[in-house]
């Protein structure tokens, strides 16, 4: 079985550049996250998605970043413009109903 | 929101050493996972444990949420377990939550 799969694996942009990322869950799985990780700390959820739906965006700063699930299998998410503190790993997980999260291997977004 | 501590914050073990990493947790929870993330970044899963206890190979997990805390086993640790381990809890129809995360490095 296939698992999460993100692209690209690292970015490096500017300030105030655009930057998308690229996530595809593991086929089946009703439920995809975004997570944000600063280096030394655990990841923060910034959206979560039920099929094409939003179940919780409460921690995406709205202002710069959006993402989406149309067809409620893959997805993207974006940022524009950038800021220096967006320097992270973008994690996208993938879940059968909101249970048992499966992680892709991130990718590293370095802001100059 | 749910608060998730996780102890120690570091640690450092000789190869061979058993260790216990504990999970303590703010609020009643219905999702409990255990991760590991190796030196390269990937989040990989040891154990779904919202209650009980589970063992998979020289890893096991017990988590007693009427007193809102997991524990997590290593026995006989070998130098590929070293990274850093979190937990991560959702509780009712709350968001997922990671904790602070504890940090092991197993020497030789």
């Known amino acids: 079985e296939a698992g999460v799969a993100q692209s690209p694996r690292y970015k490096i942009i500017e300030k105030r550049q655009s930057v998308a990322f690229w996530c595809n869950p593991i086929s089946g799985h009703a439920t995809l996250y975004w997570y944000q990780q600063i280096l030394g700390q655990g990841p923060k959820l910034l959206i979560q998605?039920?099929?094409?739906?939003?179940?919780?965006d409460s921690q995406l700063p709205k202002d710069r970043f959006s993402a989406e699930r149309l067809k409620g299998v893959d997805s993207t998410l974006k940022i524009q413009p950038a800021k220096l503190e967006d320097s992270a790993v973008y994690l996208c997980?993938?879940?059968?109903?909101?249970?048992?999260?499966?992680f892709g291997p991130g990718t590293r977004l370095t802001v100059l | 929101g749910i608060q998730v501590e996780q102890s120690p914050p570091d640690l450092i073990l000789q190869e061979g050493a058993n260790s216990t990493l504990r999970c303590n947790f703010s609020d009643s929870v219905n999702n409990l996972q255990w991760f590991h993330q190796n030196p390269w970044g990937q989040l990989i899963n040891l154990f779904y444990?919202?209650?009980g206890t589970k063992q998979n190979g020289r890893l096991s997990a017990t988590t007693v949420a009427t007193e809102r805390y997991s524990l997590l086993y290593i026995s006989s640790s070998q130098t590929t377990d070293s990274g850093v381990y979190f937990c991560?809890?959702?509780?009712?129809?709350?968001?997922?939550?990671f904790g602070t995360g504890t940090k092991l490095q197993v020497i030789p």
């Open positions: 991560a809890v959702r509780g009712g129809y709350q968001k997922v939550t």
């Open positions: 997980a993938s879940s059968l109903q909101g249970n048992e999260q499966f």
């Open positions: 998605f039920q099929n094409n739906g939003v179940v919780d």
């Open positions: 444990i919202p209650s």
